[in-house]
């Protein structure tokens, strides 16, 4: 019976090891897929990942990744929701799995960025306390994490794009009291703090002209814009965006 016990103990190692090892794989599978931009071909590699190593911190918040990409420009308003949901799930997960790495909190922060755009006007101001203290618990871990940099630029400047007369509401009303908090100069220190720490990547470029143009400067807005057109596409959506560079060129 003890041999038994010992036999039936080395069993299950050996079985958790090969999970392992097959989460390891298709974590590996993923990642060129990202790289190669195909970002269902790298959501379905995490996702069998986690299933094979369910606390698989990398699959999970790259599978987070994925889903924000892929609903970022899904026309199907509930395939989008869809995404948004499965990304902020997995982002939990994954801070649950290792709270004391930036990634996790970043991701979170972004998919509930994301998922709050279908929400009432209540449950936004929730949400928009809840990607402001992801996003800063990230820039504890990692100071100069450019994605959480963007998050909070971004923060920033869709605050101050609401009418004052929202904001108020929000911050004497609803309990938004945080809303009090953000400024323009604020958007700008963020972003241009993003593109510093990670310069090639389009998007933080686009966003820091769309700040650049809503507070007035439309001379640096167009410097950001044709910066953006002359970058190499590297991630999924970067066509998308340079649309979004070109058609802002061409509007003057």
Known sequence: ?????????????????????????????GDKE????DAAAALRHYQAAFADDPKNYEAL?????????LGSYEKNDEMRGV???NAEAYARRAVAANPSDAEGHFSLARALGKNALSLGPKARIKYAGDVRAQALECLKINPKHP?????????????????G???????NFLGGKIFGTASWPEAKRYMEESVANEPNRIVH????????????DKAKARAEYEAVMKLPNADFNDRHYKAEADAALRAG
């Open 1 to 29: 019976m003890r041999t038994l016990r010992y036999l039936s103990a080395g069993m299950l190692l050996v079985t958790s090891i090969a999970g392992s090892q097959t989460a390891a794989n298709h974590v590996s599978l």
């Open 34 to 37: 990202y790289v190669a931009m």
């Open 61 to 69: 918040w790259k599978a987070s990744r994925s889903a924000v990409d």
């Open 83 to 85: 995404y948004y949901r």
């Open 147 to 163: 994605g959480c940099l963007h998050v909070m630029g971004m923060w920033n400047a869709e605050v101050m794009r609401l009418s």
């Open 165 to 171: 007369f929202t904001r108020m509401m929000a911050k």
């Open 205 to 216: 470029r686009v966003d820091l002209a769309g700040v650049y143009r809503d507070t007035g």
